[in-house]
């Protein structure tokens, strides 16, 4: 079976069957809530589960985090996570070999989470400032 078609079929079972992670909106538009997924659109440019290649960008406390999904590896190896730093062209770098549109949504959810990153520094630096017992 060719790639195009086993992601064909792949994607026609996620989108017409079952799939655990698609919910709707109020408007109706279908919306995946796969962890991994950059833009949460369930469309199939952005499914990291018919996808044989895809990278996600998450989040935790202060560290982000990049997994890459390469179905040509063992089933318990398929996904790979680093940490990453918090600069933009080492994500570029590390993009490169991913498609440009799924680089362009990876490099907007980075900026999104490095601002988040940076709000929760900012406010524990804050925190960080006061001194128990003074007025």
């Not at 318990?76 to 600069?87: D, K, L, P, V």
């Not at 959810?109 to 929760?120: E, G, Q």
Request: glycine share 6%; with cysteine; aromatic share 8%.
């Amino acid at each position: 079976m060719s790639e195009t078609l086993e992601i064909t079929s792949i994607w026609q079972s996620v989108r017409h069957g079952h799939c655990a992670y698609r919910t709707s909106a109020l408007s109706g538009e279908r919306i995946c809530k796969h962890p991994f997924a950059l833009t949460m659109k369930c469309i199939l440019s952005d499914c990291p589960i018919a996808l044989p290649k895809y990278v996600g960008l998450n989040r935790e406390e202060s560290s982000i985090y990049m997994l890459e999904k390469d179905s040509s590896r063992p089933f318990a190896e398929m996904w790979q996570e680093r940490e990453i730093s918090g600069e933009r062209s080492e994500v570029e770098k590390l993009l490169s070999s991913y498609p440009k549109e799924m680089q362009k949504r990876a490099l907007a959810k980075f900026d999104n989470l490095i601002s988040i990153v940076s709000a929760i520094a900012e406010h524990l630096g804050e925190e960080g400032t006061y001194e128990e017992g003074s007025d």
